[in-house]
């Protein structure tokens, strides 16, 4: 695949997901995707995320494929960044964890993701949507 303008590198792509700390995992969950917004830990190239409020079955978080994604992007010139990281889940059976919030609810709903992509791109306005936007103005709220 042709590397584009807009791509970014392997290196650049853990440099940014270092910079940020919440993101988004992507995973089935009873034969169903789910998308589900997370903390997470980077240390390297170990990613660990944490799901312990969504109290996620087990299965859906041991040996799983599994996509996360996290990005930064400027509400004002809607560009920024985004990262995405494929790979698999594994719970980490030997962690210890002590808080005083509850979370997570279990072990289980810690998980590592072990990964076997990263790829990322730098996002600009879409000329598109631009074009919308100025024709139409924003949509009025609900």
Sequence with gaps: MARHDDALSEQECWELLAAASVGRLALSVRALPVILPAQYYLDGRRLVVCLGHHGLPERALDETVVAFAADSIDPVTRSGWLVQVQGRSVISRG????????????????VQIEPGRISG??????????????TSGPSPPT
């Design 121 to 134: 791109q730098r996002m600009r306005p879409c000329p598109f949507i631009e074009t919308l936007l100025a």
């Design 95 to 110: 962690l210890r964890i002590d808080t005083d919030c509850d979370w997570p609810a279990s072990r289980a709903q810690v």
